[in-house]
Every structure is written in C-alpha cells, then in structure tokens.
C-alpha cells in the first residue's frame, strides 16, 4: 500500500511524490473545532489551514507519513513556518515529516533557474527514478485530460458547475489512474441537458473548496459556467506534461509556467485567463468572492472590476462563500444579481 503525503495546493508536484512510491492527497478542510489554531495562528489565516494545522499538531491523520508545503502563497508559507516552530518548540510531538517545495512563481531567469534547483532536489530528496516519474506524468496526464472532459461538458451546457467541481475534486484527492477511468465511466453515461437560457456565470476570487456558492447561484437560475481557480476552470491548466526529454524538467516547466497561485508575478501572467473568457462573449456576469479575511486577492480586485466594467460585463462582489449555510443577505444578493442579468 503506497504511503501517503499530504499536500496543501495544486502547485506541489504530484508526479514527484507519486514516482516516489506515495499517494499524494490534498489535505482537507474538515468540520470541528480547531484548538491548536485558536492558540497560534491569527484569525486571518483560511479555514482550511487552520484546520490543517491544528489536525497536524494533533496527530489527527496518522495515515499521512510526510506533508510537502509549496511558497507559492504567503499562508502557505507561513503554515509551513508554524508548524516547524511548534514542534520546535515542543508543543507537538505527532507532526509527521515536513518539507517545503521552494517554488517562486515570479517570472526572470533568477526564479526559473532556483525553482529548477529546488524541483531537481526534491526529485533527490524523495529518490524519484526518472522512470517513476515518466510513468507518474503519463497517469497524470490522463486524469488532465479526463478533467477536461468533464469541464468541456459543462462548457457545452451539459453539467452543473456544481457537480462539476465536485467530480473534478478527485483529481487532487486520489489515485489518478483511477480517477481518470471513474471519469470516463461517468461522463459516457452522462445525459443532462441545461436549459440554454439561463445566465452563464464565471466566478473569481478566493479559492472555493466547496461548491456552496455555486449551488446558491444554480437554485436562482444560474449557470456557472467557469472558474478562475486550480480547483474548477484551471484544474488541468493549458498543456500536459511533456514527455519527452528530461522528465524532471518537464514537471518543472509545468508548475512553474501552467499552475495558478497567489504569487504569480508580473500581472502580465495572471490576467491572460481571465480576460479570454470575458472576451470570449459567452460569460454574462461575473460574481467576484473576496472574504473578510482576505489578504490578498483583493488587491486584484479593482484591476479587474475596471477590466469588466470596460468589456459591459457586469458583476457581484459577495463576502462570504455560502458555507456551510448561506445567510440572507447573500442569498437576497445573488437573487437580485441573476434576476438582472435576465433584463
């Protein structure tokens, strides 16, 4: 039975870990009270890593044998930090190995040439032969393409965005042979039909781990049609793997130039997506999701609220996700916003 690692973001790489003889899984965010956080971590910090954090110090998941942290986003980063000063300090002796994936996603020859560096050792560090990782990249190249099947389903109007997140969600959940073949099962038997008047909707902003706003955009006639996030629209990115030629590398290119994160730099990289789909005329409206305790993509915001305003198309700025109930005020919001988008 392969061991597991435990991974916190898409912009670890799968194919190492997998070539490594372990069964990478992302990290959930689960229910429950979180003491360790509450003694710890600021406020600010997401639910799910504030969840991730109190289950490590606890030793919750003790089927998980090594947890691999990208610096891709600053909570990240700073989870990473916290856990190694905890156990440091002694405050928790259950927290299983950790290691940290050094990946700078901005753009110059300095960051391509140091995440090589880091990419090439963590292959050493986890004694990844080249053949393990050819044979991990052709198994998660298939589940890329099994994920865009799914998601050109519902580019076709065919499948709710609610379950297509929820059927994308095994690609960083499990074992992604099998993944691709429950997918391929599941969408030739696939047989729903959207009415094709309603609304197609994009939603951007902080990354979703459920589908509650979705569901909430569905139950008042709407269609979301795309996400501008690693878990929805963006899951498989825009290539595969390459496999010919040093493979090592050929995962590198993928994570460094094709993985969505929070620290992407210049914005000349981050916005192409998202201004494509609006271009591309078929996004209606757009619902922009920016929490309270956000610190980060709401810098973007006005960037982008300027980008549609300048394309007609308009849009919602919602706080909060819809989980695990949605309030009022959100469920008035998103009613009013799809009603209009009817006019």
């Known amino acids: 039975m392969d061991r ?42 997401e639910p799910r890593f504030r969840v991730a954090f109190d289950r490590l110090c606890a030793g919750t998941w003790t089927d998980i044998s090594v ?30 190995r950790l290691y940290l994936y050094n990946l700078l996603h901005s753009r110059s020859a300095e960051s391509y040439s140091y995440g090589l560096d880091r990419t090439r050792q963590m292959v050493r560090d986890f004694q990844a032969s080249d053949d393990g990782l050819r044979e991990a990249i052709a198994e998660s190249n298939r589940a890329r393409a099994a994920v865009r099947a799914v998601l050109e389903l519902r580019q076709q109007g065919r499948l709710e965005g609610s379950e297509a997140i929820q059927m994308i969600g095994g690609f960083y959940t499990g074992d992604r042979r099998g993944f691709a073949e429950r997918m391929r099962q599941k969408v030739s038997v696939l047989k729903i039909v959207t009415p094709a008047d309603r609304p197609r909707i994009l939603i951007k902003g902080a990354s979703l781990d459920h589908t509650a706003l979705h569901r909430l955009v569905e139950q008042n006639g709407g269609y ?11 899951a498989a990115g825009e290539l595969d793997i390459r496999t010919e030629g040093d493979p090592g590398v050929a995962v590198f290119d993928k994570y460094y130039y ?33 929490p309270l305790e956000d610190d980060v993509v709401g810098w973007d915001y006005p960037r982008h609220l300027a980008f549609v305003q300048s394309r007609g198309v308009p849009s919602l700025l919602v706080r909060e996700s819809g989980a695990p109930e949605p309030g009022s005020g959100l469920i008035a919001q998103v009613s009013a916003f799809v009603r209009s988008l009817r006019v």
């Open 258 to 290: 094709d993985a969505v994160s929070p620290r992407v730099h210049p914005r000349e990289q981050t916005d192409p997506w998202f201004h494509a789909e609006i271009e591309g005329g078929q996004i209606e409206g757009v619902v922009f999701y920016i």
């Open 224 to 234: 979301v049609a795309a996400e501008d996030d690693w878990r929805g629209s963006r």
């Open 4 to 45: 597991v690692a435990g991974i916190t973001s898409n912009t670890v790489p799968w194919e190492i870990l997998r070539a490594a003889g372990y069964a990478p899984r992302l990290i959930p965010n689960e229910p429950g009270p979180t003491p360790y956080s509450d003694r710890f971590m600021e406020d600010v910090f």
């Open 67 to 96: 947890v691999v942290i990208p610096r891709t986003s600053e909570q990240e980063h700073k989870l990473y930090l916290y856990l190694r000063e905890v156990s440091r300090l002694g405050y928790s002796k259950r927290i299983p």
